[in-house]
C-alpha cells in the first residue's frame, strides 16, 4: 500500500493499533474518509508501516503489518483496512508436522522452528536455556506446538516483522518499564483484585517414573499472592502429572501458580499517548491510590488517534514471580 494517511485531520478518521503480549497478533486498524471515492482499495497482503507520535518530538515507527481484510461501508463513504504484524515466512509455521525433541534446550526447538519459517529467533536467556527431557509434536502446526511449549513453561512466543519471539511471560526482553503518573499523565482508570485465581501457598505438581511406572509428587517454593486484599484459599494441584520427569513438572507448577497470581490483579488505566509503550513491559503506577500504586506486567497496550487526540489505554496485571521487567513486586505495607 503506497502513500501517506495522516490523521486525525486530513482522510484518517480513526487510528488504532493493539500490542498484545502472548501468542496473539499485533493488529492495526485504519478508518478512513473516503467520501470523494479517490483512494485506491489496498489488495490483501499489501504491507502498511505505521508510524505514531507528535510533531514536536517525533514519530516512532511502531512496525510493519500485512492487511488481512478490508471494509467499506457508508453512508458517508469510509474504509476500514486491518492488518496484522504477524509474518509467518512462507506459511509453513502453519503446516502440520510430526516430530519427537529429547534432551533439547528450548532456544535450540525455537531456533529450529524459526527457520523452518524463514524467520530470525529471538529467545529469552531465562527460558530459552530450560532443557526439555521428552517433548512431542504429533499432527500439529510448529506455531501450535511452540504455543503448547510457551504455555507449559509460562513463556509467550510470537511471529512478528520477520522474527519468531520466545520469552518468559513478564520478563520484558529488550522493553523499558512505562510510567503511570497522576496528575502528568493519567486520564481514567479502574482496578479489580481477584481473589477467584488465588491458588494457596505450596504449588504443586506430579509426574511419572516411566521406567518404574510410578507417579510422584512435586513441590515448589510458594509464590506469594500479588492481591493484598485476599483471604488464604485451599492448596489446589496446579499441573498434571508430566511424562517429562520431576524438574519438568516443577517448572510446570511454577509457571502455573505464577500465571495465577497475576490474574489475581486487573488494571485498566488510559494515558496520554506515548508511542513507547508495549505489551510485557513493566508499569510502574505513581501517586493514583493505595492498592494500585506499585509495578504492574502490561498484557495489552492499545494505541488510538482519533477526533480526540492520541491516548494509550493499557490492560495490565500483576507481575509474576520475578515482579515483571526488572520492576519491584507491590508489597503491602503495615
Given at each position: 500500500?503506497?502513500?501517506?494517511?495522516t490523521?486525525p485531520?486530513g482522510?484518517?478518521i480513526?487510528c488504532?493499533y493493539?500490542d498484545?503480549?502472548?501468542?496473539?497478533?499485533d493488529k492495526?486498524?485504519?478508518?478512513v474518509d473516503?467520501r470523494?471515492?479517490?483512494?485506491v482499495v489496498p489488495?490483501?497482503g499489501?504491507e502498511?508501516?505505521?508510524e505514531?507520535g507528535?510533531i514536536?518530538?517525533?514519530?516512532f515507527?511502531?512496525?510493519t503489518?500485512?492487511?488481512?481484510t478490508?471494509?467499506l461501508?457508508?453512508?458517508?463513504q469510509w474504509?476500514?483496512?486491518?492488518?496484522?504484524g504477524?509474518?509467518?515466512g512462507?506459511?509453513?509455521?502453519?503446516?502440520?508436522?510430526?516430530?519427537?525433541?529429547?534432551g533439547?534446550t528450548?532456544?535450540e526447538i525455537?531456533e529450529?522452528?524459526?527457520?523452518?519459517?524463514g524467520l530470525t529467533?529471538k529467545?529469552g536467556?531465562?527460558i530459552?536455556?530450560t532443557k526439555?527431557?521428552?517433548?512431542a509434536q504429533?499432527g500439529?502446526?510448529?506455531?501450535?506446538f511452540?504455543?503448547r511449549?510457551?504455555?507449559?513453561y509460562?513463556?509467550?512466543?510470537k511471529?512478528?516483522?520477520g522474527f519468531?519471539?520466545?520469552?518468559?511471560?513478564?520478563?520484558?526482553?529488550?522493553l523499558?518499564g512505562a510510567?503511570?503518573?497522576?496528575?502528568?499523565?493519567?486520564k481514567?482508570?479502574?482496578?479489580?483484585?481477584d481473589?477467584?485465581f488465588d491458588h494457596?501457598?505450596?504449588?504443586?505438581?506430579g509426574?511419572v517414573?516411566?521406567d518404574?511406572?510410578?507417579r510422584h509428587?512435586?513441590k515448589?517454593?510458594p509464590?506469594?499472592?500479588?492481591n493484598?486484599?485476599?483471604?488464604?484459599?485451599?492448596?489446589?494441584?496446579?499441573?498434571?502429572?508430566?511424562?517429562?520427569g520431576?524438574n519438568?513438572a516443577?517448572l510446570a507448577?511454577t509457571?502455573q501458580?505464577s500465571?495465577l497470581?497475576r490474574?489475581a490483579?486487573?488494571?485498566n488505566?488510559?494515558l496520554?499517548g506515548?508511542p513507547?509503550?508495549?505489551?510485557e513491559?513493566?508499569?510502574?503506577?505513581?501517586n493514583?491510590?493505595k492498592?494500585?500504586?506499585g509495578?504492574w506486567?502490561?498484557?495489552?497496550a492499545?494505541h488510538v488517534?482519533?477526533?480526540?487526540?492520541y491516548e494509550?489505554?493499557?490492560?495490565?496485571?500483576?507481575p509474576?514471580e520475578?515482579?515483571g521487567?526488572g520492576?519491584?513486586?507491590?508489597?503491602?505495607k503495615?
Amino acid at each position: 500500500m503506497q502513500g501517506a494517511i495522516t490523521g486525525p485531520s486530513g482522510r484518517a478518521i480513526k487510528c488504532e493499533y493493539i500490542d498484545e503480549s502472548g501468542s496473539d497478533d499485533d493488529k492495526v486498524i485504519l478508518t478512513v474518509d473516503d467520501r470523494l471515492g479517490e483512494l485506491v482499495v489496498p489488495m490483501i497482503g499489501d504491507e502498511v508501516t505505521l508510524e505514531m507520535g507528535y510533531i514536536e518530538t517525533g514519530l516512532f515507527k511502531m512496525g510493519t503489518f500485512k492487511i488481512k481484510t478490508v471494509k467499506l461501508a457508508g453512508w458517508g463513504q469510509w474504509m476500514e483496512i486491518e492488518a496484522t504484524g504477524t509474518d509467518l515466512g512462507t506459511g509453513k509455521m502453519k503446516e502440520q508436522d510430526t516430530e519427537n525433541f529429547t534432551g533439547n534446550t528450548i532456544k535450540e526447538i525455537v531456533e529450529k522452528k524459526a527457520k523452518i519459517g524463514g524467520l530470525t529467533a529471538k529467545v529469552g536467556p531465562d527460558i530459552g536455556a530450560t532443557k526439555i527431557n521428552y517433548r512431542a509434536q504429533t499432527g500439529e502446526s510448529h506455531l501450535h506446538f511452540l504455543k503448547r511449549l510457551a504455555n507449559d513453561y509460562g513463556g509467550t512466543v510470537k511471529t512478528t516483522n520477520g522474527f519468531l519471539t520466545f520469552m518468559k511471560t513478564g520478563s520484558g526482553v529488550g522493553l523499558s518499564g512505562a510510567v503511570a503518573h497522576y496528575p502528568f499523565n493519567v486520564k481514567t482508570y479502574a482496578a479489580t483484585l481477584d481473589g477467584r485465581f488465588d491458588h494457596g501457598d505450596t504449588p504443586q505438581g506430579g509426574w511419572v517414573n516411566s521406567d518404574k511406572g510410578e507417579r510422584h509428587e512435586a513441590k515448589v517454593p510458594p509464590i506469594p499472592s500479588r492481591n493484598p486484599i485476599r483471604q488464604p484459599e485451599a492448596k489446589i494441584r496446579l499441573s498434571p502429572f508430566w511424562p517429562d520427569g520431576e524438574n519438568q513438572a516443577k517448572l510446570a507448577a511454577t509457571a502455573q501458580a505464577s500465571k495465577l497470581s497475576r490474574m489475581a490483579g486487573f488494571l485498566n488505566i488510559v494515558l496520554i499517548g506515548d508511542p513507547t509503550i508495549f505489551a510485557e513491559a513493566t508499569l510502574t503506577v505513581i501517586n493514583v491510590r493505595k492498592y494500585v500504586d506499585g509495578d504492574w506486567l502490561i498484557k495489552k497496550a492499545i494505541h488510538v488517534i482519533d477526533e480526540k487526540g492520541y491516548e494509550t489505554v493499557i490492560q495490565a496485571e500483576y507481575p509474576g514471580e520475578e515482579g515483571g521487567s526488572g520492576g519491584k513486586v507491590w508489597k503491602k505495607k503495615k
